[in-house]
């Protein structure tokens, strides 16, 4: 909903498990594909290692745990996150599930409002905003961030108009896709 030049923006969104992990994995792809490094390359020095000390018969009955090894090290942080998500969303009510917020260009901050409470967030307690494909990252703090699904947006008119409160009120530390 917004009023004649743009300026006040509400978006509803219900917290989803789904929403919430798949946010949870694009802030966490970093780690993952450093824990995917970090044991393919204990892999390789282990492959190497056999290869040079002529053991290649060890190394063909051992190469099923060099395959495991990477997808384990993986797999199991990527269900570990899943089950976390499952787990924070399964202890909320639903009140607590439904999200509101309200970004206005003429406030200090937004307004956001969750179960029985309300917060007014300033501008100045935003260390900043990401635009992802599928995702808005509001971060209060390097720990602390609030996921907007773009989906949760009636259309990309309120999308750029989200863009323009970002720009204007966070300049540099918003980082918009434009």
């Known amino acids: 909903m917004r009023d004649g030049d743009g300026s006040v923006i509400h978006i509803d969104v219900s917290l ?17 594909l450093l824990g995917l490094a970090l044991s393919l390359t204990l892999v390789s020095a282990l492959v190497i290692t056999f290869v040079l000390i002529d053991e290649k018969q060890i190394l063909l009955q051992t190469s099923p745990l060099f395959v495991g090894f990477p997808l384990f090290a993986v797999g199991a942080q990527i269900l570990r996150l899943h089950g976390s998500c499952r787990k924070y969303v399964a202890n909320l009510t639903p009140a607590q599930r439904r999200t509101s917020y309200m970004f206005s260009n003429d406030a200090d901050g937004f307004d956001l409002s969750s179960g029985d409470s309300f917060a007014h967030i300033s501008w100045n307690d935003v260390s900043r905003i990401v635009e992802k494909r599928r995702y808005l990252f509001i971060f209060l703090n390097k720990f602390d961030a609030r ?12 999308l750029d108009g989200l863009r323009k409160i970002f720009s ?4 540099s530390r918003a980082q918009l896709l434009l």
């Open 16 to 32: 989803k498990v789904r929403d919430l992990f798949l946010a949870n994995l694009v802030l966490a792809r970093f780690r993952l």
């Open 168 to 171: 204007s009120k966070l300049g």
């Open 147 to 158: 996921v907007v699904p773009i989906e949760a947006l009636e259309g990309p008119n309120e």
